[in-house]
T-cell receptor
Framework: AQKVTQAQTEISVVEKEDVTLDCVYETRDTTYYLFWYKQPPSGELVFLIRRNSFDEQNEISGRYSWNFQKSTSSFNFTITASQVVDSAVYFCALSGGDSNYQLIWGAGTKLIIKP | DSGVTQTPKHLITATGQRVTLRCSPRSGDLSVYWYQQSLDQGLQFLIQYYNGEERAKGNILERFSAQQFPDLHSELNLSSLELGDSALYFC????????????????FGQGTRLTVV
C-alpha cells in the first residue's frame, strides 16, 4: 500500500525565517513519483514540483528547495526567507507504478507566516 | 492561472438533489481527473478520463458519475445528494501519463465548493 505522511499539521513562523515542511512516503514500487502542491487561502491547488524516484538530486527554485532522500523515504520542502504570501496549505503526494493514475495525498501542512 | 476552468465556483443545494459540475481542461490535455477534498477525508481521487474514455476509478460513490465529451470538457454528476457530500470538488488535467501511473504533473482548476443543506 502507498501512503504519504505529513506529520506537521500546522507551522507558524515569523516572516524571513526559514521553514522546512516534512514529507515521508511509503511504497513498494521501485519507480514512483513525488509531488508538492500549494493550496493558498483562495483554494486552488498549485503545482510546485515533480520528482521521480531515480532522480535524487536536490532541487532549488528561487526561495524554494526540495531534499529527496530515498534512504529515509522523505521528500522535504524548505522555504528560505519566508514571506507572508507563502502562507498556504502545502500537500505532498505520491504516485507509484501501480497507482492506477491517482495521486496519494498527505494530509497537508498549514503554513502561517506572520509579518 | 492553471488553464483549467471549473464552473460553478460555488453551489448550494438541498439533500436529495442532483447537480452537475463542469470542467474545461488545459488546451491540449487529453486526461481529466476529478478529486474531492473534504475536511474528514482530505483529497480523494474520484475518476479519470482520457480522450473521452474512462480510464481509472477511485473512491467514487455509485451516486456519482462522470463523462468526458468529444471537445474534451468533462462533467461530474452528483445525485441523491447527502450532507456528507459537501466538499470542494477539483478537476485537473494533464498530458497523457504513462500506463498505470501518474508520472506527470496535473494542473488543477479552482474547484467547485458544494454545500448540501
Amino acid at each position: 500500500a502507498q501512503k504519504v505522511t505529513q506529520a506537521q499539521t500546522e507551522i507558524s513562523v515569523v516572516e524571513k525565517e526559514d521553514v522546512t515542511l516534512d514529507c515521508v512516503y511509503e511504497t513498494r514500487d521501485t519507480t514512483y513519483y513525488l509531488f508538492w502542491y500549494k493550496q493558498p487561502p483562495s483554494g486552488e491547488l498549485v503545482f510546485l514540483i515533480r520528482r521521480n524516484s531515480f532522480d535524487e538530486q536536490n532541487e532549488i527554485s528561487g526561495r524554494y528547495s526540495w531534499n529527496f532522500q530515498k534512504s529515509t523515504s522523505s521528500f522535504n520542502f524548505t522555504i528560505t526567507a519566508s514571506q507572508v504570501v507563502d502562507s498556504a496549505v502545502y500537500f505532498c503526494a505520491l504516485s507509484g507504478g501501480d497507482s492506477n493514475y491517482q495521486l496519494i495525498w498527505g494530509a497537508g501542512t498549514k503554513l502561517i507566516i506572520k509579518p | 492561472d492553471s488553464g483549467v476552468t471549473q464552473t460553478p465556483k460555488h453551489l448550494i443545494t438541498a439533500t436529495g438533489q442532483r447537480v452537475t459540475l463542469r470542467c474545461s481542461p488545459r488546451s491540449g490535455d487529453l486526461s481529466v481527473y476529478w478529486y474531492q477534498q473534504s475536511l474528514d477525508q482530505g483529497l480523494q481521487f474520484l475518476i479519470q478520463y482520457y480522450n473521452g474514455e474512462e480510464r481509472a476509478k477511485g473512491n467514487i460513490l455509485e451516486r456519482f458519475s462522470a463523462q468526458q465529451f468529444p471537445d474534451l470538457h468533462s462533467e461530474l454528476n452528483l445525485s441523491s445528494l447527502e450532507l456528507g457530500d459537501s466538499a470542494l470538488y477539483f478537476c485537473a488535467s494533464s498530458v497523457e501519463p504513462l500506463q498505470g501511473t501518474m508520472n506527470t504533473e496535473a494542473f488543477f482548476g479552482q474547484g467547485t465548493r458544494l454545500t448540501v443543506v
